[in-house]
């Protein structure tokens, strides 16, 4: 079973939805037990990052996510579920976040003709190979819907890139830690593959 955080930032939903149509069962979940005995994980997220993490920790999410993540199973951060993994977020002010990355969360600075944030069908670059990737070639268009983007301080954790209009990292990966910057769920048949390859990975690694 997956289990799908529910902090109340993002349409839940649709990314059960997602593991729904690709065969996979999932449920929602704020409870810290449940979270933490999770087989796979997913945090999924649109919003802002300093309201994000305040919800976590009004929630007592945090130490059970962490908890998850250090034990091993599969963990899919989704878009927001992207950026909290690292360690401070400028949005709105400077905002401690879930400090599993080193690395930082920053602003499009962009020429004018291109707006923010940035929204709509992106292709992507394959950095390096990992087993969510199987079976998708490069220039394969995901969806995006953001404003901000991380800037990881390890290099080797960065999977996936794409241009807007220089380079930005669009998914990370590093033994059981997945996330991805583009929303799986809008991205329809990639997406699925993407969702399917997480959902068979072995519950422990």
């Known amino acids: 079973m997956i289990t799908i955080v529910d902090y109340q930032m993002g349409n839940l939903r649709s990314v059960q939805k997602a593991f729904e149509r690709v ?11 449940e979270i933490a005995a999770a ?8 919003g802002a990052f300093g309201d994000a993490m305040d919800e976590l920790r009004r929630r007592q999410l945090v130490d059970p996510i962490r908890a998850f993540i250090d034990s091993g199973r599969p963990f899919l951060g989704i878009c927001l579920g992207l950026q909290l993994l690292f360690e401070v977020g400028h949005e709105g002010g ?5 400090g599993v990355l080193p690395g930082e969360v920053v602003r499009f600075e962009l020429p004018r003709d291109f707006k923010v944030p940035h929204m709509g069908w992106n292709t992507v670059r394959i950095v390096r ?7 998708t070639p490069d220039a394969t268009y995901f969806y995006f819907v953001h404003s901000y983007y991380v800037v990881p301080k390890q290099p080797e954790v960065v999977v996936l890139q794409a241009d807007y209009p220089d380079p930005f990292c669009a998914m990370i990966a590093r033994d059981n830690l ?14 699925q593959t993407l969702l399917r390859h997480f959902a068979a990975l072995p519950p422990r690694f």
Do not use: M, N, R, W
Request: charged share 20%.
């Open 129 to 135: 190979p990992t087993p969510l990737l199987e079976s």
């Open 178 to 191: 997945y996330a991805t910057q583009f929303h799986p769920e809008k991205s329809q048949a990639a997406g």
């Open 94 to 98: 400077e905002h401690e976040g879930l």
């Open 23 to 33: 065969g996979q069962a999932a449920c929602i979940s704020s409870d810290p037990g």
């Open 39 to 46: 087989e796979k994980l997913v945090l999924p997220g649109v």
